[in-house]
């Protein structure tokens, strides 16, 4: 199982410029979320998924989109990016019978 | 409002020496608490405690959750150079499908 895998690694846009941050997952999770980690603020939930077709917000949801049309994938839009969302970008995923939730390795976003 | 706060923000000590870790928590419905370990990408899942399970070891790593005070610890025996990482709390609500809410995180030295 290769886990939760995201891409990209690493990405630099300009101000109002959109981009979709992929995430995928092989373990057959009902849900998956999408957080940012910023200096000193831990982690804050975007988006997340109770199962296809259903996608909910969570604390910092503003300027970004989600869908998840499979089971196995739920990509977050930026719609127009700004400064205030350079950030680092985790995509996490857990089944239903626990509360572990397990993480891909992370996008590293500047906007300038 | 929920929140978690975890103490301290930054830690250094020495290789061999024993830290302590903590998290309090302020949340109704309390479901379970979760600690993470983070290097230099993904948190990682370390323990997760509950009503059920308020004891947890892996090796030189324990942790204890005390309902009645709303807190929880890790403690780190015999620290090693490897163990330098952020830490991370999260609690989980009965009445939440599924957001965690996490604390800003303690980040650990451990100098040579």
């Known amino acids: 199982n290769a886990g939760v895998t995201q891409t990209p690694k690493f990405q630099v846009l300009k101000t109002g410029q959109s981009m979709t941050l992929q995430c995928a997952q092989d373990?057959?999770?009902?849900?998956m979320s999408w957080y940012r980690q910023d200096p000193g603020m831990g982690l804050r939930l975007i988006h997340y998924s109770v199962g296809a077709g259903i996608t909910d917000q969570g604390e910092v949801p503003n300027g970004y989109n989600v869908s998840r049309s499979t089971t196995e994938d739920f990509p977050l839009r930026l719609l127009s990016a700004a400064p205030s969302q350079t950030s680092v970008y985790f995509c996490?995923?857990?089944?239903?019978?626990?509360?572990?939730?397990?993480f891909g390795p992370g996008t590293r976003l500047t906007v300038l | 409002e929920d929140k978690v706060v975890q103490s301290p923000l930054s830690l250094v000590v020495h290789e061999g020496d024993t830290v302590t870790l903590n998290c309090s928590y302020e949340v109704t419905n309390f479901r379970s608490l979760l600690w993470y370990k983070q290097e230099k990408k993904a948190p990682t899942f370390l323990f997760m405690l509950t009503s059920s399970g308020i004891e947890k070891k892996s090796g030189r790593l324990s942790s204890i959750l005390d309902k009645k005070e709303l807190f929880s610890i890790l403690n780190i025996t015999a620290t090693q150079t490897g163990d330098s990482a952020i830490y991370l709390c999260?609690?989980?609500?009965?009445?939440?499908?599924?957001?965690?809410?996490w604390g800003a995180g303690t980040k650990l030295i451990i100098k040579p």
């Open positions: 996490a995923s857990r089944g239903t019978s626990t509360d572990t939730q397990y």
């Open positions: 373990m057959n999770h009902e849900y």
């Open positions: 999260a609690v989980k609500r009965m009445d939440s499908n599924y957001q965690l809410i």
